[in-house]
């Protein structure tokens, strides 16, 4: 996504809390900043978050992510290598030895 002014904006209607829950419109920037205020994250932690989460959800495809987030297509490749990675990773830790599950060591 790219705002008017050429930055990356990001979807603040995806923010909720109890305001925000009763109506379908996005939250302010105000309210944004107030939402995350002396919070660890940041909006764009929050899209980068969200990206690798639906990343990791559609088994890494670009396609899907560049079509879903309007990411340009070097972008959405970059994600879908990090998901994949994290997806092999994560097969390596419950089966370690590679035994397939047969519980073999």
Same mark, same amino acid.
């Given at each position: 996504? #790219?705002? #008017?002014?050429? =930055?990356s904006a990001v979807a603040i209607h995806l923010l !909720?809390? &109890? !305001? /925000?829950? /009763? #109506? #379908? $419109? +996005? $939250?302010s920037g105000q309210g944004a900043s107030l939402i995350l205020h002396k919070q660890a994250a940041t909006l764009e932690r929050l899209r980068i978050d969200r990206i690798l989460e639906e990343a990791l959800a559609c088994g890494g495809d +670009?396609? &899907?992510?560049a079509s879903v987030f309007g990411l340009d297509t070097k972008t $959405? !490749? =970059?994600?879908a290598d990090s998901a994949r990675q994290l997806l092999v990773t994560a097969a390596e830790e419950q089966d370690p030895a590679g035994s397939g599950g047969l519980g073999f060591k």
């Open positions: 996504m #790219t705002s #008017t002014d050429g =930055r !909720i809390n &109890h !305001i /925000t829950a /009763t #109506t #379908t $419109a +996005p $939250a +670009p396609l &899907h992510l $959405a !490749i =970059r994600y």
